[in-house]
């Protein structure tokens, strides 16, 4: 797993904002018998043959305890979050606010949802004043 906090400097097309956190996470696949190249990958359909059935229910912890950690370190002001797909199914869906509950539990609060300009769903989240 690698979570990824990046300080993004572009408009963000609903808002005028120029400068933001974006979060992501990957999951990188190495092939143990260097048999297969290194990858990449935040489709759940390519890695899930690499993560045995008893992993993966601690992925999305992984990923939640990752952003805690980032977050605590990094403290952006403004987060941006998008699915990686347009209609992600409702399990996938979940996993998703679970990632903004754990920034709301962090001191950030929803200030926008929607969707981006190709149809994919996005949180933007502000850390409150006296966080």
Known sequence: MESRL??????????????????????????????TPTYETQDRTYARP????????????IVAASLRALVAHVRPWLIYRVT????????????DLFLTRTLEDE????????SDPWDRRFWILSRALTG
């Open 6 to 35: 990046t300080d993004t400097q572009a408009v963000l097309w609903r808002r005028k904002l120029t400068r933001f956190h974006e979060f992501s996470f990957t999951i990188l696949v190495v092939s143990l018998a260097d048999d």
């Open 50 to 61: 690499y993560l045995p059935d008893a992993c993966r229910p601690f992925v999305i912890p």
């Open 84 to 95: 990686k797909s347009r209609n992600p199914p409702e399990k996938a869906l979940r996993k």
């Open 107 to 114: 001191g950030y609060a929803v200030i926008e949802t929607g």
